[in-house]
DNA sequence: GCAAAAGTGTTTGGATTACACCCATGA
DNA sequence: TCATGGGTGTAATCCAAACACTTTTGC
């Protein structure tokens, strides 16, 4: 085995909620990148590159989106450290390529901040359930590195964390409906919730407040419309503060898979 | 501003309980080691090394605690990559120095484990939250590079995940009582516990059985011994299965802080 | 017997669930 | 008027907390 170099890069998972392209419902899709080089050439990938030595990682993440899809995502957060010591090297391809250890980063953005994107040939967004594939489906084409066990981490993390991280509000403009909070839970959960339940737990939750306006043009009742009123909380560790008081219980933390 | 190489790290926070020095009651430790050259010469950092191109991150993180602590943790887990481009400078050293990206475990190891350990000149064992520092206390030596922030994170993961996950077992050794698995959590959470209530939920989550042996030379009735019968779950990225069944809720992930 | 911790029982209140039912609008 | 979701009410259930009480040992 020749000398090997240990490179640092920086990946990105980024979600965002469109129209399922069958049933219409609310759907997580994320933009995936062509390699344009070895190893993986053709092949799609996660948006990423080298970390600079002048960036810290999450201004790495964010200029590499900048550059690669036109994204700048308002929430995003470390998801993990890949570092295997084949894991840029394809099955079949030279095994003495550079060895690559990857900080990913996962993001949410808004339908507004996707539209902004850009769609050339070397982006394509895709269904995020399809990409990974469904336990009864076909295998789908395999991502470049091990970016399709990457990606199912970052699903694992956003369904584990929307339960217990006011995350979901990185997927909504300013004003939304309740339903249309709900839906963004549905999307990522994958199973419907009972309306009259989820309006219960959000309003005593205190986390949205009504704005006094409603949503017209629907063909129904028209639903009145809420803001965010609390932070969504961001999880980098330089926010932790001085232990909590030991007579109340933590919360879950951030990083990992049950 | 000179030029940079972005050169990669791999350190560990290693949590053990012991005895407090004063109350006598169980507590967290962990064992820093004397930095013997710059930055920080002579300051306590957590054990680490830089990443041998051979070894993958869980390895580097094993082989370095073997190396400078003499501890072989079997419960390992990913917590944080650290990399903001000022992390390795001294305040008032050179500000030129390389630039280290370190990516951090934590670990959990039984007392028979630590009493292994070595506990030279250069290896203290500290209580977790002196060298934190309590929030009416004084304020504690600072740790080298930004060690403190890293140990305010581990601290911070490991109480909000012995909520949700079995981790409190890698505390223990085969056979225990639950009071000692109550004074595990009870250590880590800083706050004493129901015995009637912490039993049944115990019991309730089917995690242990009776070995039917009972623990003698007590000043009372002899408790009941039990083992664990649950895996203690990895959180390797890897091991995340295909997606789950959408009418069942997910449980936290485990990578963060809330 | 007494102290101390093991272990059991009971009550309470809050949160979750399921589902019935009314409300307000467009067509 | 009807269909459609918005929004409210309510009862059943589960779960966590608080705490009284009994059991079993060493001293």
Redesign the interface.
Known sequence: MS????V?AVSTVIFALRPHPTTGRPTLWLPLVRRIREPYRGQWALPGGP?Q?????ATSARRTLERTTGLDPHYL?????????DRSACGDGPGSSE?V?S?VYWAIIRPDEAARAVDGDNVEWRVA?DV?G??DGDQPEPLAFDHG??L??A???L???I???PIAYAFLTDEFTLAALREVHEAV???PLDPANFRRQVLASQAVAPTGRHLTGTSHRPPALYRRVVAI?S?D??R?T???D??S??????????
Chains 1, 2 share one sequence.
């Open positions: 000398e090997q170099r240990v640092l970390l030595p002048e960036d810290d990682l957060e470390q998801l993990y450290a890949f570092g295997a010591v060895r250890v900080v359930d990974v469904r336990p066990t990457v199912r981490y699903l694992a993390r369904r584990a964390k339960g217990y991280s959960l994958q199973r909380p999880a560790p330089s932790v001085a232990p909590a030991p007579t219980p933590t919360e879950p933390d951030t990083e990992e898979c049950a």
